[in-house]
């Protein structure tokens, strides 16, 4: 199983990107998908998640009201629409996936399998 994230690029400030995350050898029905970003000497912060059972989505406050995660129909891609984007939202934007749901779902610790990144620069 393996899962590769595309769409990063570099977009100007107020403009907006959508990552995509796809899975190979599975579909994501039953499992959490999360997006995380890592700056250089900064720890990978939670970004987004996708409930796959419930459709539930969560954000972290930085995310709330600019980004939208969400999963086609077919289960095989998670999506995450980044509007608005500011310098700040500069680096490297990992998926991520477990099975199931953890309340932890802020924790990169609570995933299991990891995409490659896509790096995403916002200039100002």
């Known amino acids: 199983v393996q899962l590769q994230a595309s769409g990063g690029g570099l977009v100007q400030a107020g403009g907006s990107l959508r990552l995509s995350c796809a899975a190979s050898?599975?579909?994501?029905?039953?499992?959490?998908v999360g997006w995380f970003r890592q700056t250089p000497g900064k720890e990978r912060e939670f970004v987004a998640a996708?409930?796959?059972?419930?459709?539930?989505?969560y954000y972290a406050d930085s995310a709330k009201g600019r980004f939208t995660i969400s999963r086609d129909n077919a289960r095989t891609t998670v999506y995450l629409q980044m509007n608005s984007l500011k310098a700040e939202d500069t680096a490297v934007y990992y998926c991520?996936?477990?099975?199931?749901?953890?309340?932890?779902?802020?924790?990169?610790?609570?995933?299991?399998?990891w995409g490659q990144g896509t790096q995403v620069t916002v200039s100002s």
């Open positions: 996708f409930r796959g059972d419930t459709r539930a989505t």
């Open positions: 991520t996936s477990r099975p199931g749901f953890s309340v932890h779902y802020w924790d990169a610790k609570q995933y299991d399998q």
């Open positions: 050898g599975r579909t994501f029905s039953g499992y959490t």
